[in-house]
């Protein structure tokens, strides 16, 4: 996922997807010429927004929305591309591929879309690659961190870029499960683990990267399980847990399932962290483990937002606005997604003398390649697979209540 910038605050689950596209008849130097008088011969560019904005998973979902529209907004301000009003068009996929797969459809069908931000999931993001890719039109995860998805499905032995249209700025799970993997053997010193996934494709290719970076090191896997992620009750794995003998646990999945089965682990007499990574990094872990998730711990993608010069400003920025959702986990990462696009969008409007070509969206996808710029998360630009150069991660643990950075730094494997 995600996953992941990077306050935990207590969001408020309010749903409500900001649908906002583009009005007036399309130019044809591909643009919309805009009627809400913000400055007559305008060209109106959507950016498209894919995120959970309702059910489990929208206090990160609406952080994802929130950041891509500050970064609008703020563009528009700068008037950063002459000429140009950006808008989003915000889309709720339930954290569901199949409804990912039609908001894509939508998404590619309002010609006035460039760019999208998200999904989420990493399996939502999947479902979601070959509509856009077909389509040309650019797509920017801050939260996909599954590898297959920029290095394909064999990414350990040969990788293979399939898709030219999909990027993301959120470093990926064959950095993050073995930097989890690492801090947990070398520096908690724990040598027993169970390891649990919740068989979704972020959650177990997460489970599977941290598997093999423990067992390399010289732990021992004491026990592996795979629950179902629609339901809350996980007294039974818990139970295998304490009969294990692990002296921690890791889980692959995201915080609706971790926070529930962290505390029926405790309450089943495992008195052992829980640890996961950026899908368990959200304050609403912390309300559903409750008191006993004290300890675990979860690792995200970047720096923490306090000590990054860069993200100072997005968060006065943001607080400014009055969103009433915490950014949260993805928040610093979905306004530089949502950046990349206009930076993308700038670099084809001033490379065809001030206006938008008629093959736009081939344009800027082609124009993302190069992006580069210092964003609220810190440098951004992407590799030759499109997936982020920036691979600093944090490992955050439960004290007083509250996520409370522990280590940063990267992947020495």
């Not at 605050?9 to 809400?36: F, P, Q, V, W, Y």
């Not at 959970?52 to 563009?75: E, F, M, Q, Y």
């Not at 002459?82 to 010609?111: C, H, R």
């Not at 889980?251 to 529930?260: I, L, V």
Request: hydrophobic share 35%; aromatic share 8%.
């Amino acid at each position: 996922m995600r996953q992941r910038s990077l306050i935990a605050i207590t969001a408020a689950l309010a749903a409500g997807a900001l649908t906002l596209t583009a009005c007036g008849s399309r130019d044809d130097d591909g643009g919309s010429k805009s009627g809400d008088g913000s400055g007559g011969g305008s060209t109106t560019v959507v950016i498209g927004v894919d995120a959970p904005l309702t059910g489990d998973l929208s206090a990160l979902g609406l952080g994802i929305k929130n950041s891509a529209d500050l970064a609008a907004k703020t563009a528009n301000k700068q008037k950063f591309v002459e000429g140009v009003t950006f808008k989003i068009q915000a889309l709720d996929d339930q954290g569901q591929p199949s409804v990912g797969q039609q908001n894509a459809t939508k998404l590619v069908a309002n010609k006035d879309v460039l760019g999208v931000v998200g999904p989420l999931n990493s399996s939502v993001g999947e479902s979601m690659q070959k509509v856009f890719d077909t389509a040309k039109l650019v797509e920017v995860s801050p939260a996909n961190t599954n590898p297959s998805l920029t290095q394909g499905v064999d990414w350990q032995n040969k990788q293979v870029r399939p898709y030219k249209s999909y990027f993301r700025t959120a470093t990926t799970d064959a950095v993050q499960g073995p930097f989890a993997a690492q801090y947990v053997y070398n520096d908690s010193k724990k040598r027993k683990v169970f390891v649990i996934d919740d068989k979704k494709t972020y959650g177990a290719g997460l489970a599977g990267t941290f598997t093999e970076e423990f067992k390399k090191l010289g732990g021992k896997v004491v026990g592996t399980e795979h629950i179902n992620p629609d339901t809350k009750d996980f007294n039974a794995v818990a139970t295998k847990v304490k009969n294990s003998g692990a002296d921690v646990v890791y889980y692959g999945g995201e915080y609706p399932q971790a926070g529930p089965l962290s505390k029926q682990i405790k309450e089943a007499g495992a008195k052992i962290p829980l640890v996961g990574g950026d899908g368990i990094y959200s304050a609403d872990f912390i309300k559903l483990a409750g008191a006993n998730g004290t300890g675990d711990l979860a690792t995200s993608v970047g720096a923490p937002v306090e000590e990054l010069p860069s993200a100072k400003e997005f968060v006065a920025n943001y607080k400014a606005e009055g969103y009433k959702d915490a950014f949260e986990a993805y928040g610093g990462y979905s306004y530089d997604s949502a950046w990349s696009i206009i930076e993308a969008v700038k670099k084809v409007v001033d490379d065809n003398g001030g206006k938008l070509p008629g093959d736009a969206r081939a344009k800027v996808v082609e124009a993302m390649q190069s992006v580069s710029f210092d964003g609220v998360t810190g440098k951004v630009s992407f590799d030759e697979f499109g997936d982020a150069t920036n691979k600093q991660l944090t490992v955050y643990a439960v004290e007083n209540g509250a996520w409370g950075a522990v280590k940063s730094g990267t992947y020495g494997g």
